[in-house]
């Protein structure tokens, strides 16, 4: 045997599974499992309550620590900052809460970190500008606060950034620097005000999903040609004007433009199109009001 992954198992797993010598990928493990030499421990998609047991800590070989939707509970320990060899730790879809341990600046080598859907709190922590190695980051649906790190907005490898939901002050548009790999951007609801530099084809060139919707945007979106292989654009809710651009309107990716307050006259319907602009211009105008999908 030498994984236990998605089995719908309910509690917890016995000590006794630490028997077999060549199990390599596990899920939930009891303190007397430290002896095993796994490098993946996946408990994925199970239904595993109680609270991560510090003992994982001793697990020195591990580079992939999968705890993603379970029924998982209490603080993070912060024996984890141990595991100096993680590369993920997925975390997501758990009921956790506290902050992030401040020993989770050791780890280094952290590739992919997702906390989404947890009620862990505070500030999201500078530590993680330092994760050099950083590809993919989910702080979405967390009780955290604003704002964001700009170490973040500078990590090389970052492809993946989705960020939502966060409290605190408002804040101006982040200042992107040598993330010319990032294909996914969310900040959604994230307080960010300002507007949409007019740069960002340059600073974020592979975008495939730009997602800033429910945040207190202004001015125009012309910028926004600028980047070439965007498929999919959210920007609702937001206070944006100006006339919304022929290439946009003419698009067959989805775009949602919802909510914004758009001027200029209205466009033609097309049923080939995937642009949501309804209520896309301000209320005291004469204005009609197009849903296209």
């Not at 998982?72 to 984890?80: F, T, Y």
């Not at 956790?96 to 020993?103: E, Q």
């Not at 530099?197 to 207190?216: A, W």
Request: net charge negative.
């Amino acid at each position: 045997m030498r994984q236990l992954r998605r089995l719908n198992l309910i509690g917890e797993l016995p000590d006794e599974f630490a028997n077999f010598p060549y199990l390599q990928e596990i899920g939930s493990v009891p303190k007397a499992w430290k002896t095993l030499p796994p490098v993946n421990l996946a408990m994925l998609a199970n239904n595993i309550g109680g609270s991560i047991p510090k003992e994982i800590a001793e697990i020195v070989t591990l580079q992939h620590l999968v705890l993603t939707d379970n029924q998982l509970e209490g603080p993070l320990p912060p024996e984890l900052g141990k595991l100096t060899s993680l590369t993920q730790l997925a975390l997501s879809g758990n009921n956790f809460t506290g902050v992030l341990p401040a020993t989770f600046a050791n780890l280094k080598n952290m590739a992919d970190f997702r906390i989404a859907g947890t009620s862990i709190s505070g500030k999201i922590p500078d530590f993680i500008g330092n994760w050099t190695q950083l590809i993919e980051l989910d702080i979405r649906g967390t009780s955290m606060e604003g704002p964001i790190p700009s170490t973040i907005f500078h990590l090389k490898n970052l492809t993946k950034l989705r960020v939502s939901d966060l409290k605190g002050p408002e804040t101006p548009f982040p200042d992107f620097q040598d993330v010319s790999v990032m294909s996914q951007l969310e900040l959604r609801n994230c307080l960010i005000r300002g507007s949409i530099p007019s740069n960002i084809g340059e600073m974020i060139p592979r975008l495939i999903r730009l997602d800033l919707s429910f945040n207190r945007l202004t001015g125009d979106i012309h910028s926004l040609q600028e980047i070439p292989n965007l498929k999919y654009l959210y920007l609702t809710n937001n206070q944006l004007t100006g006339q919304i651009p022929l290439w946009i309107t003419n698009t067959k990716q989805n775009f949602d433009l919802s909510y914004n307050n758009f001027t200029g006259p209205s466009l033609p319907s097309c049923q080939e199109s995937h642009l949501n602009k309804m209520s896309s211009y301000p209320s005291d105008e004469d204005r009609s009001l197009f849903l296209f999908h």
